[in-house]
């Protein structure tokens, strides 16, 4: 038991660490920005509010939650093996959904300013 003690509580700090360890102002330097048609025809770039956390990451979450779903589904009917199972079902039509059925249509673009010398 202490040695399950002592494990949790060094992983705990070195997790802690690593927060303060981590860079807090990377986010400053990009610019959100949508293309736009002008008046005058030209192409001009407009900035916008930064996309929410599932508007970013809306594929990698729809898959998880698939593959979370099916597995919880195919552990309580067929037990381990039916865990894996529905995990691979899971997986397959959450991927269907989000890639085929429901594709993404808006794209968020990155852009880096620097100064010039």
């Keep these: 038991m202490k040695r399950y003690?002592?494990?949790f509580i060094m992983m705990s700090l070195f997790?802690?660490?690593m927060?303060?360890?981590l860079?807090?102002?990377a986010e400053a330097q990009k610019i959100y920005v949508k293309r736009v048609i002008g008046r005058d025809g030209r192409y001009h770039y407009v900035r916008?509010?930064?996309p929410t956390?599932?508007?970013r990451h809306r594929n990698r979450i729809n898959l998880a939650?698939?593959?979370g779903g099916g597995a919880l589904i195919g552990g309580l009917l067929g037990g381990g093996k039916g865990a894996l199972i529905g995990a691979g079902?899971?997986?397959g039509s959450s991927a269907l959904y989000t890639y085929k059925l429901n594709p993404k249509t808006r794209k968020y673009y990155k852009v880096r300013r620097y100064r010039r010398p």
Excluded: C, E, I, S
Aim: a positive charge; zero cysteines.
């Design 15 to 17: 997790a802690f660490g």
């Design 23 to 25: 860079p807090t102002n």
């Design 5 to 7: 003690l002592f494990a």
């Design 89 to 91: 079902v899971g997986a």
């Design 65 to 67: 939650l698939g593959t």
């Design 48 to 50: 916008v509010a930064k």
């Design 53 to 55: 956390y599932y508007r």
């Design 19 to 21: 927060t303060l360890l």
